[in-house]
């Protein structure tokens, strides 16, 4: 099968200056970038305007892919806009460079398992109190029934059981004392759930179907989109390639981390591009508006 890649840049909000920025940036390497931008009403005929709030940004995917999914694409491949690829990378080369193989799909990070999270996750409360079934939104019969939700993650090994208490809260213990009228010492979620890191991942095109729909019903009922994403692809697709089997790592930055990054390349990007980290397969997050 041809490889044809859709570079497909998700804005959490509307930043219309980066576009030409980012359009430079991949030239000559992608030859398909589209730039996903929330209610965009601007006139480059390359941005797809999505409508929906960025806390459930898989929205964002389903509907671009409407428009999409008809032109022959073999590959989407989702990137953050505030996200730099390795200049390694392009259509060509990722497959070599980072030891994909063309009917997998990728996800450049390990999945977050809820029954054993080492941190308080901000989102917890939204995930452990997620419901399919709620009023104005029937997609009973758009997700796998929970017995069909639960084979797949078996497929994956990945647990299904009940979330116990010290997963859920880490101190400060503040947190949890604002939360423990709510909670039960473990608790069963009403359908099964994965999170992870959700910025950068490659659907196969046989796989983009169900994934998008899957994505759409999460985002109707309100999922936060990093349990709803990697949720979404364990529910329909076969083959993952995640973090630990790639020749190619993340480079999310956080805290110290970031600061000592951004002041050891002093924001010029061109000083990033000529000494990227071999060993990343993207940095995350660089602010366009405040690099040179």
């Known amino acids: 099968?041809?490889?044809?890649?859709?570079?497909?840049?998700?804005?959490?909000?509307?930043?219309?200056?980066?576009?030409?920025?980012?359009?430079?940036?991949?030239?000559?390497?992608?030859?398909?970038?589209?730039?996903?931008?929330?209610?965009?009403?601007?006139?480059?005929?390359?941005?797809?305007?999505?409508?929906?709030?960025?806390?459930?940004?898989?929205?964002?995917?389903?509907?671009?892919?409407?428009?999409?999914?008809?032109?022959?694409?073999s590959h989407f491949f989702v990137v953050a806009d505030d996200m730099i690829l390795n200049p390694k990378i392009n259509e060509n080369t990722i497959w070599e460079e980072t030891g994909l193989y063309e009917d997998e799909c990728m996800y450049p990070s390990e999945f977050w398992i809820l029954q054993n999270l080492p941190w308080c996750w901000s989102w917890i409360d939204n995930v452990l109190h997620y419901n399919p079934k709620i009023k104005g939104v029937e997609i009973e019969r758009i997700l796998p029934s929970i017995k069909e939700a639960e084979e797949s993650f078996k497929f994956h090994n990945l647990p299904i059981s009940k979330i116990p208490l010290r997963s859920?809260?880490?101190?400060?213990?503040?947190?949890?004392?604002?939360?423990?009228?709510?909670?039960?010492?473990?608790?069963?979620?009403?359908?099964?759930?994965?999170?992870?890191?959700?910025?950068?991942?490659?659907?196969?095109?046989?796989?983009?179907?169900?994934?998008c729909k899957y994505c759409g019903a999460f985002a109707a009922t309100n999922l936060f989109v990093e349990a709803a994403i990697p949720t979404s692809l364990v529910l329909s697709a076969k083959k993952i390639r995640k973090e630990s089997s790639l020749?190619?790592?993340?480079?999310?930055?956080?805290?110290?981390?970031?600061?000592?990054?951004?002041?050891?390349?002093?924001?010029?990007?061109?000083?990033?591009?000529?000494?990227?980290?071999?060993?990343?397969?993207?940095?995350?997050?660089?602010?366009?508006?405040?690099?040179?």
């Open 1 to 73: 099968m041809e490889k044809k890649i859709a570079l497909l840049v998700i804005y959490n909000h509307r930043f219309d200056k980066n576009i030409p920025l980012i359009d430079k940036m991949y030239e000559g390497r992608f030859s398909h970038v589209f730039h996903i931008v929330p209610f965009y009403d601007g006139k480059a005929e390359n941005v797809i305007p999505v409508y929906a709030s960025s806390y459930y940004f898989q929205s964002y995917i389903s509907q671009a892919y409407t428009h999409l999914k008809n032109k022959g694409f």
């Open 168 to 211: 859920i809260y880490q101190p400060p213990f503040r947190d949890l004392i604002l939360h423990l009228p709510r909670l039960p010492f473990s608790r069963k979620l009403k359908y099964p759930l994965v999170a992870g890191y959700s910025d950068i991942f490659m659907v196969t095109a046989d796989v983009m179907d169900n994934f």
């Open 247 to 292: 020749k190619l790592h993340s480079g999310a930055l956080w805290g110290k981390d970031f600061e000592l990054f951004n002041k050891k390349y002093n924001f010029s990007l061109e000083l990033l591009k000529s000494n990227f980290p071999n060993d990343k397969l993207f940095i995350h997050s660089i602010k366009l508006s405040k690099w040179k």
